[in-house]
């Protein structure tokens, strides 16, 4: 009973935000699947209909667009980790990724669900090896990010630490080429002391593996962010998710449209539909006509109105607004997430509204940065509680972002270098330039200073 428990326990967070969770990872994978669950039928429309509009349906990621696009601009410049071991540092997950990829991992994870986690562990081995077996076997500290939906119940303490946490995971166990994978159900509880694996395979739940945790605390790091969960609200993301489904849907019925317009739909005369079924009771053989008012059937009007054979369809202009009201929503889709520095109407917005607007996004992203830059510091203290002969590296990320109008600028250092002076105003205008590639990522800490001293150098 108490083992069964386990696999069945969450925590009430967890409890009420796990379908907002699944459906933002579901908007966020995308692909048929998701169509098929977010694609909505309307009253009118008969199942041959939707058959055909859910066959015919297409879906612009924009949910996995933006949560890529923040990750990308948060780290469009790699942090520096002085004294970090280089060895680590580019497999630091134990699977071939690098530091810098579970960190992009767990931005774009905070970005989809407000909330990821970051677990520290040590591979599974007895006895004591010696330092040349550990370094063959790479049996050292690893970390991994992990979605809310993989870290299934948690308490804290008194000391406000974490004072134990469930994590939840699924493998198929596949070692023997000639047996069919097995697929095995895992729960990990962690204590401050200790660690136990429950599996629930073909012979029932078992406790399969424990040992002790060498660290004195729960290796999880949790990452919130601070105005979403913090403030019991729910996450923006959830938003994000509903404007694209609402995009999706609307471009559905624009798409059925144009097929209409290109096959439009039948009308005949109430005279001409008698007259062929009469023929067809005498016949004895069926014909398929349609009393049914729908886009995919033929309508029959009576003999007092036009009576005259013809195919309709929806009108072009019908067309035009749903595809209107989508670049609205794209439109507000990006500013909810204030990403939309670069608006359709960008000529006429006054340089106090771009100014706010800019340092608005790089507000957004500084704290973006300094809420990773925690995280991974907390990660690599716990990697030393594993190993006492790792140090713990400084850790700083970038909190400099180009989020103003690049060509604007450069446009303006440009009429600024035209300008007749000096040697100190020239190398002013090759400081300025350094500064704002530097900025956007596209030269190294180590290229940038090399950079200024051959300006310096130049005479």
């Known amino acids: 009973m108490q083992k069964n428990y386990i696999f069945n326990r969450k925590h009430p967070e967890y409890s009420a935000n796990e379908r907002s969770w699944r459906r933002s990872a579901e908007a966020y994978s995308g692909g048929r699947e998701y169509i098929e669950q977010a694609l909505v039928r309307h009253v009118s429309e008969l199942d041959l209909e939707f058959a055909e509009r859910r066959r015919r349906a297409y879906y612009f990621n924009y949910p996995r667009a933006i949560a890529r696009r923040i990750t990308q601009y948060a780290l469009s410049v790699d942090p520096v980790r002085q004294g970090a071991d280089p060895e680590l540092v580019e497999d630091w997950s134990r699977t071939g990724l ?14 989809v669900y407000g909330r990821a986690w970051l677990l520290v562990e040590m591979p599974i081995f007895s006895g004591t090896p010696s330092r040349l077996q550990a370094k063959e076997e790479r049996l ?32 198929y166990c596949c070692d023997d080429p000639f047996t069919p994978p097995v697929k095995v159900r895992r729960r990990r509880l962690y204590d401050r002391n200790s660690w136990r694996v429950y599996e629930n395979g073909n012979s029932g739940i078992i406790e399969s593996a424990s040992g002790v945790n060498p660290t004195g605390c729960v290796p999880l790091v949790c990452v919130t962010e601070p105005d979403g969960f913090g403030l019991t609200a729910n996450h923006w993301f959830e938003d994000v998710v509903r404007i694209s489904e609402a995009i999706m849907n609307n471009e559905s019925e624009a798409q059925m449209n144009t097929v209409k317009q290109m096959f439009g739909m039948l009308v005949v005369s109430d005279s001409f539909a ?41 009108s072009g202009v019908a067309t ?3 595809r209107a009201e989508n670049r609205y929503l794209k439109q507000e889709l ?34 973006r940065a300094d809420l990773l830059e925690q ?27 180009a989020v ?25 205008i090759g400081k300025s330039a350094v500064e704002m590639l530097s900025s956007i990522g596209s030269v190294t800490p180590a290229e940038k200073e090399d ?8 005479k």
Do not use: C
């Not at 990010?145 to 134990?164: C, F």
């Not at 001293?453 to 130049?458: G, L």
């Open 98 to 111: 690098r530091a810098n990829d579970v960190m992009r991992q767990l931005s774009t994870l905070l970005n």
């Open 140 to 171: 050292r500290p690893y970390v991994r990010a992990l979605s809310p939906l993989q870290v299934t119940d948690w308490a804290y303490g008194s000391d406000g630490r974490l004072l134990w946490a469930l994590t939840a995971e699924e493998e």
């Open 274 to 314: 008698r007259s062929a079924k009469k023929l067809a009771d005498r016949s004895g053989k069926p014909e398929n006509f349609s009393a049914t008012v729908a886009r995919s059937a033929a309508i029959i009007e009576a003999v007092e109105e036009k009576g005259i054979s013809r195919y309709i369809s929806p």
């Open 320 to 322: 035009d607004t749903i």
């Open 334 to 367: 990006y500013d909810i997430v204030g990403l939309a520095v670069q608006s359709s109407t960008r000529e006429s917005q006054s340089s106090e509204s771009k100014a706010w607007d800019f340092q608005n996004v790089a507000q957004f992203l500084a704290a």
């Open 375 to 401: 995280a991974e510091l907390d990660a690599w203290k716990l990697m030393r509680r594993y190993d006492l002969d790792l140090s713990v590296p400084h850790v700083r990320y970038n909190r400099r972002f």
């Open 404 to 428: 103003n109008d690049l060509a604007s600028g450069i446009a303006g250092l440009l009429q600024l270098s035209e300008i007749p002076a000096g040697e100190a105003y020239r190398r002013a």
């Open 451 to 458: 950079i200024i001293n051959d300006i310096y150098k130049e």
